[in-house]
């Protein structure tokens, strides 16, 4: 290592954050701040050094936590009127916005993203509980025909209410912490549910400012628990809990299979947001002057630590090069830096094993001889910096287009085709099914395209367009369900079938 890490690379941070680093952090079970039965670090991945330790909880506090979640799912919150409920989670977001430096520079500390990113998710936020706060009032049921047999003999009347599902368990993953504990708490809420969560081991932080937060909004006692843990612990425990009616998970294909399997014992609802691996088509009469930003960001957002990247790219050979020079030459202007630093665009890798792992991918592909035209390297400095790579003559069997990297590793493949049928049949080649793009000027070949494209997000001449009135999920391998807008908060529904004999 070329250089002895410094505390944030030098960057100052506010004075709230400051302050919360240097607090003891426990678990939030039932509305008060208890012991975990173990302790665990967390690091800055820009530089390796620790930021906090946190408590960590296991079988015995989930089971603890799931009954605070149904005591208050059958009392105080149950009975709550839908006004009070709204009421509360405005307050929250009003909460939330007077706190936002220091929640985003938990996600940027924890994390390693650039605080423009976590800035602009900390107001998404604000706004997602906004949203889901106004929703509570427009939860409605229908009215619909009796049945023949009853209609036949009587006046009747049928209806449906629509009914919290119970007690959610939620489980978050550490590439954008507090926006998916918010993806998944706010429409819980609105549905009024109750929450156990269990954030990511890496990232605790946010989840446990937010807690604070939960508690200043006045919400009441065990409508939101937070366990932090380990996953195959308190994770694996939340997803088998008897008392748990719906458990919500985004995280690796690998791991969501093991949650199904987990919640085959009382069969509780599950949603599941997975992995990627999503194609970027860009077609001979693109704009380039869009795509070339566009097809970059795509892959490098979040340093490529996100479920909609988009890191398959399928050049037409009428493009092909100028694409790639444009590329990588926008691969040398990434400026790799802590994220505190507003210079900075693109943040470490998680931790040490997760740099490891993506690492392991670029050195296979560099072996096997597939051509490299932009980054390969892990910066010799503290932390986990992978410049931008990108590498192109792939095809579909290789590893690098098949499988879900979530590092900022770009793999390319030139087509010839113009026929929209072969086009999709390369883009759908995959287990995978979350987001994809289509890049051209043709509006007609970009809605054929988007029909034929298998995923669950496709955006035009733009890369994960998600927001928080816009369905987002996978097809295929990429998961169950949607999260966001009004199909989030369906997620957290059950339907009651009413019928009246009058
Ligand atoms: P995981 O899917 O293993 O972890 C995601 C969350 O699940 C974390 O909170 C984790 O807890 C928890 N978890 C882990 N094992 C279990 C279990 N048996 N039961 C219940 N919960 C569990 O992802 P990793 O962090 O290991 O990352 C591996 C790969 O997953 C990445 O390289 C990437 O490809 C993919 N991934 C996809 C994400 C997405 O947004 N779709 C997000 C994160 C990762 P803990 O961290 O405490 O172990």
């Given amino acids: 290592m070329s250089v002895s890490p410094v505390p944030f690379d030098g960057n100052p941070i506010a004075p709230e954050t400051e ?67 709204t009421a509360l989670l405005h307050k929250l977001a009003r909460v939330m916005d007077a706190n ?54 009587t006046e009747a009347l049928t209806y449906t209410l629509r009914e919290p599902v119970g007690v959610a368990g939620q489980i978050v993953p550490w590439n954008v912490p507090l926006s998916t504990a918010i993806l998944k708490l706010a429409p819980a809420l609105a549905a009024g549910c109750t929450v156990v969560m269990k954030p990511s081991e890496e990232t605790p932080l946010s989840a446990l400012a937010l807690g604070g937060m939960i508690l200043e909004a006045g919400i009441p006692a065990g409508v939101v628990n937070i366990v932090n843990g380990v996953g195959a612990e308190a994770g694996q425990a939340l997803a088998e809990h008897p008392g748990v009616d719906k458990i919500s998970f985004t995280g690796s294909t690998a791991t969501g299979k093991r949650i199904i399997q987990a919640a085959l014992g009382n069969l509780k609802k599950v949603s599941l947001e997975l992995g990627g691996k999503s194609p970027v088509v860009v077609m001979p009469d693109a704009d380039l002057a869009l795509a070339v ?37 926008f691969c040398k202007v990434m400026t790799l830096g802590h994220g505190l630093d507003p210079a900075t665009t693109q943040g470490p890798m998680i931790s040490d094993g997760h740099a490891a792992k993506v690492m392991g991918y670029i050195e296979r592909a560099r072996a096997d001889g597939v051509t490299l035209i932009a980054g390969g390297e892990k910066l010799d400095r503290p932390g986990n910096f992978i410049q931008p ?25 030139k087509f010839e085709s113009e026929d929209v049928e072969a086009i999709a049949a390369l883009a ?75």
């Avoid at 690098?400 to 770009?410: H, N, Y």
């Avoid at 009135?469 to 097809?475: A, D, L, M, R």
């Fill in 428 to 502: 759908n080649d995959t287990p995978y099914g979350l987001s994809g793009s289509v890049w051209t000027r043709d509006l007609s070949t970009a809605h054929r395209l988007v029909k034929r494209i298998r995923a669950g997000q496709v955006s035009i001449n733009c890369h994960g367009a998600v927001g928080t009135n816009i369905p987002f999920g996978g097809y295929g391998q990429s998961g169950w369900g949607r999260e966001f807008g009004q199909e989030g908060l369906d997620a957290y529904l059950e339907t009651k079938a009413v019928t009246a004999r009058l």
């Fill in 389 to 413: 790579t990108v590498f192109t003559s792939c095809d579909n069997a290789m590893p690098l287009m098949r499988e879900e990297i979530f590092g900022p590793v770009m793999a390319v493949q």
């Fill in 19 to 85: 302050c919360f680093l240097g607090e003891t952090h426990r678990l939030l079970i039932g509305g008060e701040w208890v012991e975990g039965s173990g302790e665990l670090e967390t690091r800055d991945p820009a530089t390796g050094l620790v930021l906090a330790r946190f408590q960590t909880g296991g079988a015995a506090e989930v089971d603890r936590a799931v009954k605070a979640a149904r005591a208050a799912f059958e009392g105080p919150w149950g009975r709550m009127t839908v006004a009070e409920r």
């Fill in 100 to 153: 936002a430096t220091l929640l985003t520079e938990l996600d940027v500390i924890d994390n390693g993203m650039p605080r423009f990113i976590a800035g602009l998710t900390t107001a998404n936020c604000v706004e997602m509980i906004d949203y889901y706060a106004g929703a509570v009032m427009r939860i409605e049921g229908t009215t619909i025909a009796p049945p023949r047999h009853i209609a036949a003999e």
């Fill in 293 to 329: 930003p566009g097809v970059a960001m795509a892959t490098f957002f979040l340093q490529g630590q996100n479920c909609m990247a988009g890191t398959r790219i399928f050049a037409h050979a009428a493009i092909h090069d100028e694409l790639m020079e444009g590329v990588a030459a």
